[in-house]
Structure formats: C-alpha cells, structure tokens
C-alpha cells in the first residue's frame, strides 16, 4: 500500500516537474519581451521626440531663409518687408526702429532678422514714419550666429502694419 | 496493480524526476544566456536604427544650412560662376561655422547639449557639391534634397532650388517603430 502511494504521489510531482520544464521557456520570453519593449519604446518615443523637434523647428527656420533671400531681391522700402512678412507669416509682424533704420522681423526668439535701410521717409499728412533703401539685411541668427538684440531706445519703436 | 507494478512505477517516475531537474536546470542556464544575448542583440540593432536616424538627420541639416548660405551668397553677391566656386569652397571648408549653425538649430529646436553632442559624433556632411559639369552645379540642401545652379559663360543663368523651398522635413525624417521581440 506505501509504495502505491509512493508512486502515485511521485507520478504527480513528475507531471507538475514535466508542466515547470515546459513552462521554463515562457517566462524567459516573456521577461525577455517586456525588458526589449521597455527599452525600444524609450529609444523610439526619445528619437521620434528629436526628429520632430527638430523638424517643426527647421520648418520655421526655412520660411525665414526664404523670405530673406526674396526680400535681397524685391525689398526696397519697410512697407515692402511687411508685405513679404505677411506672405510668409501670416499671423508675425515685424517692427521698424526709425531711430537705427532698422526693422527686425522675428519668426521666432531664434530665428530673426534684421533689414537695414538707408533712409527714413515721413508722410506729412499722418506723420507715418517708414523706411526706405534696404541697404543690408542680417541673417546672423540663420547661419547660428544670433547678434545681440538690436537696441530699440523707448518711444522709438514704431509698429507697422495698418497701412496694408 | 500489483505491488510489483507500483514499485517499477515508482522507480521510473524518480528516474525520470532526477533527469528532468537536471534538464530544468540545463535548460535554464540556456534560457538565460540566450534570452540576455536575444536582447542585448535586438536593442542594440534597434538603438543602432534610431542613432541612424538622428545622425542622418544632422548631417542633412548640415547640407541644409550650408545650401541656404550658399543661396544667400549667390543672391547677394557676384553672380559669377567664379564667385560660386569660391562661395561653396568657403561655406563647404568652413567647418566651425557649419557646426555653429547646425548647433544653434538643434539649440533652438530645444535638443539639450549632451543630446546633441551624442549625435554630432558622427561629423559633419561628407558631400556639398554633387555634380559640376559644364557649368551645371548640383549641390545637396539636406536628404533627398538637390539644389542646381547653371552658370553660361561664367555667368549665373538659372538657380533653381524649388526642391529646397518645399523641402518637408517631416517626410524625410523618421524612425519606425520597434519590431516584435524575437526569442532566438
């Protein structure tokens, strides 16, 4: 009778040792699986993370070299450069500084630049101040050279706009 | 059953028990070596994937960049093909001022400096000037980006760098999702 329960209860351990053995491989998968998606998915969402900023990034950047290189061959006068502006950036005005005959036009705080004009005209009737004769235009900050921010003495700032 | 039976049963099933420990325990110093090298392998190729992506993207902003002063020079400056030889030996030699500006775009695009200088290992573009025959200037503004100059008698006769204008970074930059584990 002993041996009989001896062999039953040894039979059992076989199939549950047999089940262990079977199973063995499983779990290594699994554990092996989830550490490889772990992993992956953070190279993935941290690449896929780069690639977008950067490209959302240089898609500003590219409209402002555009617009730059357009504006070396049609800008002739601060009204012109508003018009140019608003072709490529809709909802972005840029500002003159009648004071530097300047008119910086920033896309973003890293990508801007900076037109430099020859003369200040002035309309009599409204005393509308513009700027004419683009001599130069700065794209410092499109070649990663960003200049320091042009001083824009109080009051001297002049928004334009309402005249288109 | 008789007694007999029982006691060969008994003797088969601890037979069998002992070898199958052993098998178990075989099985999982194999599991394990083969599960750390399926991994490391897998992730490795994966990391090595997306590395390819970033660096490639670096090196074609590089181009890019490169093509946008060289288009600003040429539009500013002499339209001779002299001025644009000069011009692309300059920007292409230049290489403080390309790493600069390639820099300050990931700067602005908010890549942090260690990030940055992980993908800068791999240098900078190997190519500008793709093609320069009789007075037919190719040059590369970026991946799948090509940029044409003709110059006749010297002179600058035709620039057309349309395909920099609409250049979609979104459909040239990409890395693709990581694959089902393989347990090999």
Known sequence: MNIKNISIVLTVLLVFIAALVLMQKGNYVDQATEHYKKTTDASFNGGKKILEYVNNSVDVNKLVWAMAVEANQTVKTSQDMAKLEAKYFPTTKGSNSIANKTRRFEATSAYFIVSTFDKVDEDKKNNLKTLSNLKSIDVGALMGEASAPVEEPEGEEFEEGEEE | ?184
């Open chain 2, 1 to 184: 059953m008789n007694m007999k039976k029982f006691k060969i049963l008994a003797i088969v099933d601890g037979v069998l028990i002992v070898a199958l420990v052993v098998l178990m325990f075989a099985l999982k110093g194999q599991y394990n070596d083969q599960a750390q090298s399926s991994v490391k392998e897998q992730v490795g190729a994966y990391k090595a994937t997306v590395n390819a992506a970033l660096q490639d993207q670096w090196k074609s902003m590089d181009q890019y960049g490169m093509a946008w002063k060289l288009i600003y020079a040429t539009v500013t400056g002499p339209k001779t093909e002299a001025a644009f030889d000069a011009n692309v030996k300059k920007i292409f030699e230049d290489t403080d001022a390309r790493f600069k500006q390639v820099s300050y775009m990931y700067t602005a695009a908010s890549i942090p400096a260690q990030v940055q200088n992980d993908i800068a290992a791999v240098g900078l573009a190997e190519q500008f000037l793709l093609k320069n025959e009789g007075g037919v200037k190719e040059i590369a503004c970026g991946k799948n980006c090509v940029a044409k100059f003709t110059f006749v008698k010297g002179k600058l006769k035709d620039s057309d760098y349309k395909a920099l204008i609409e250049y979609k970074f979104a459909e040239n930059f990409s890395i693709d999702a990581p694959k089902e584990f393989k347990f090999e």
